[in-house]
C-alpha cells in the first residue's frame, strides 16, 4: 500500500536537518533518509507516467503528420467530414419520414382492402341469401 506523506511536513525536516544536521538524532536521520525515498519512488512514478504520456502523444502526432501533412489538409479534410454528416443526417432524415409515409400508406391499403373485401362479401352474401337483404331493410 502507498503510504500518504505530507509534503510540506517533509520540506519542514528537510529544511531542519539541512541546518541542524550535525545535532540530529539517528531516529531523525532515518526518518528523513525515508521521506528522501519516497519522495523518489514519486518522482520515478510521476516521471515514468509524464514519459509514456508523452510518447503517445508523440505517437498520435506523427499518425496525424501522416493524415494531414499541412494545416490546409486537416482543414479540408474536417470541411469533407462535416459536409458528409451534414448528407448523412439528411438522408437519416428523409428515410424516417419515408418509414412514416409508407407505414401510413400500408394502414390505408389494409383499411382499403379491408373495406374491398367486405363489399365483396357482403355481395357474396346478398347473392346467396337475397331475402335477408329485404329483412334488414
Known amino acids: 500500500m502507498t503510504e500518504v506523506r505530507d509534503w510540506q511536513k517533509d ?14 538524532q539517528p531516529r531523525h536521520l532515518n526518518t528523513l533518509i525515508d521521506v528522501l525515498f519516497h ?9 515514468e507516467r509524464a ?17 494531414y501533412p499541412t494545416p490546409e489538409a486537416y482543414d479540408t479534410a474536417c470541411t469533407a467530414l462535416h459536409k ?8 437519416e432524415e428523409r428515410e424516417k419520414k419515408l418509414r412514416e409515409e409508407m407505414e401510413k400508406a400500408m394502414y390505408w391499403i389494409n ?7 367486405y363489399d365483396v362479401l357482403q355481395e357474396s352474401l346478398l347473392s346467396l341469401y337475397p331475402d335477408k337483404e329485404e329483412e334488414a331493410k
Open 11 to 24: 520540506m519542514e525536516l528537510a529544511h531542519h536537518a539541512r541546518y541542524e544536521f550535525v545535532s540530529m
Open 39 to 47: 519522495w523518489l519512488q514519486q518522482y520515478a512514478a510521476e516521471k
Open 51 to 67: 514519459d509514456k504520456a508523452e510518447a503517445e502523444a508523440e505517437k498520435w502526432r506523427i499518425e496525424s503528420f501522416r493524415k
Open 84 to 91: 458528409h454528416r451534414e448528407r448523412a443526417d439528411k438522408a
Open 111 to 117: 383499411m382499403e382492402a379491408f373495406r374491398i373485401a
